[in-house]
């Protein structure tokens, strides 16, 4: 009888050990059903067989994709490990740190079959890792809720019209490319056009209750600069920054792009309007192709295996609007060689709701935010305006299209003023919509005032396209009837 309730002891033991109250467990500390169906009902345990590039091999550990495990080193410690795959009767681990002092026939044991993110309020103002750890020195904030890693996208039929435009404080996108609460869009940007000073604008001036701002692979110099002097105090207090820089390992670079998306969806669960900036949605492809080429992924176009496109949608159809809240997420994409076809900006064009296309050509001649209206586009920006504002957009982008058509023969002086009433409007009013359209790092300006500068703008071009009418000639005076032609007019007595 003893040994029998000793054997149900440790099989209890046993069967709790898979679990975690930081990760596994609710804050009530009680199991829903979805955790009993995803627990594995043993302590499981393997070692290390084979090292392969970036992968390790494991034999007698029958993990899931995704859970994740703890390899012991020769000179102590552990390292946690990411299971990616299967190979034969080996399971296929990525580790999250350095591999050094792991050899073969090191230990290797099941820390969790998912994983958590530990989320609160107190995430506000810090600055996170790809596990939510915070990096920025201070202490860690106490974290009552959980929000999985790997999120679930909403329902198709469930997604509310996104109806409200979301003021993002940049000028040109809040005129030209309105963008609403819930939408998703793409900024596709070479290197060194303004692309950080940009999101740092719309994170510190948009109209967001919050802002979840994921840096992918940057460089790690660039992480302070961004943080003290593009997003500033004012933008931090409101913000959560998850960082991965361009050292860490590639499984870390894809975890912190899902952390930004379950951070972001648990404040729009808490009934929050937030932002979601990622910078770059290029570096997370990047790193899913370094971790599917390890695994045995055939490459495909450009070498990107396909799992790496099957990921994408995964990603970006996270985000939008529920009944509670929403996510307006802006993904940034770079460009390889200023190429608009390039395989990840042509699939991330057709997955989103739109596109701002930074120029070159506008950064070289100072142009500041250097937007090409004219290659972007808000598929939403029409639903969300006016008709008068509808009228204005359009007439802006008339005289923006045909003074590009014609740019060529005005400056080699061939253009004869006359013969074209728009293109004469468009020359004349070329450094006033060249002046709306720039704006400075620090100038804030709400929506209602660019609908406002908008329409009187558009009203202006309007009045100097419109046909002036010819003056009225008075008639011509008739000339005196001689007297001899005049009729006699006889008078009766």
Not at 476 to 488: G, I, L, S
């Amino acid at each position: 009888m003893i040994a029998r309730n000793v054997a149900d002891l440790a099989a209890h033991a046993v069967f709790f050990a898979t679990f975690k109250p930081c990760d596994e467990i609710q804050p009530s500390m009680t199991l829903s059903a979805a955790q009993l169906d995803r627990a594995i009902l043993a302590g499981l345990t393997g070692s290390v067989v084979q090292t392969t590039g970036l992968t390790v091999a494991v034999a007698g550990m029958p993990a899931p994709v995704g859970a994740v495990v703890g390899i012991s080193r020769q000179a102590g410690g552990e390292i946690e490990a990411e299971v990616i795959g299967f190979r034969d009767d080996r399971v296929l681990v990525m580790p999250l740190g350095d591999v050094d002092g792991v050899r073969r026939g090191s230990p290797v044991r099941l820390i969790r079959t998912s994983r958590r993110l530990r989320v609160g309020a107190g995430l506000l103002g810090r600055v996170v890792d790809a596990r939510g750890r915070c990096i920025d020195g201070r202490p860690h904030p106490m974290l009552a809720d959980r929000a999985p890693l790997h999120g679930v996208g909403v329902a198709a039929t469930t997604r509310p019209r996104i109806d409200a435009a979301l003021g993002t404080g940049v000028r040109s996108i809040d005129a030209l490319l309105t963008c609403g609460r819930g939408q998703r869009l793409g900024l596709f940007a070479g290197s060194g056009v303004g692309k950080s000073v940009l999101m740092g604008m719309m994170a510190r001036f948009t109209q967001a209750d919050v802002r979840v701002i994921a840096l992918i692979g940057e460089r790690g110099r660039e992480v302070n600069d961004f943080i003290e002097r593009d997003l500033g105090p004012e933008g931090l207090a409101r913000s959560v920054v998850v960082v991965a820089t361009s050292n860490e390992p590639a499984i870390s670079r894809v975890q912190a792009a899902y952390a930004a998306t379950a951070i972001a969806e648990y404040f729009r669960d808490a009934g929050k309007d937030v932002l979601l900036v990622m910078d770059s949605v290029t570096r997370f492809a990047l790193a899913q192709r370094e971790i599917g080429l390890a695994a045995g992924e055939p490459p495909t176009t450009r070498g990107f295996p396909p799992s790496t496109f099957a990921l994408l949608p995964r990603l970006v159809e996270r985000a939008g609007r529920t009944a509670r809240g929403s996510i307006t997420a802006f993904y940034s994409v770079l460009v390889e060689g200023d190429d608009e076809n390039e395989p990840i900006a042509d699939a991330m064009r057709g997955l989103l709701d739109g596109h701002v296309w930074l120029s070159r050509r506008l950064a070289e001649r100072g142009h500041y935010p250097a937007i090409d209206v004219l290659r972007s586009i808000s598929r939403l920006a029409n639903d969300l305006s006016t008709t008068e504002e509808k009228a204005a957009r359009q007439t802006l982008r008339e005289l923006l299209a045909i003074y590009a058509e014609n740019e060529e023969l005005i400056n080699i002086g061939a253009y004869r003023k006359g013969a074209n009433r728009t293109l004469d409007c468009a020359v004349d009013m070329r450094e006033e919509i060249t002046r709306f359209l720039r704006q400075s790092v620090d100038e804030r300006i709400s929506i209602e005032d660019v609908r406002r500068e908008l329409l009187a703008l558009a009203t202006k071009c309007n009045a100097r396209m419109a046909p002036v009418a010819p003056a009225a000639t008075p008639p011509p005076p008739q000339a005196p009837v001689p007297a001899a032609k005049r009729p006699t007019v006889i008078k009766k007595t």
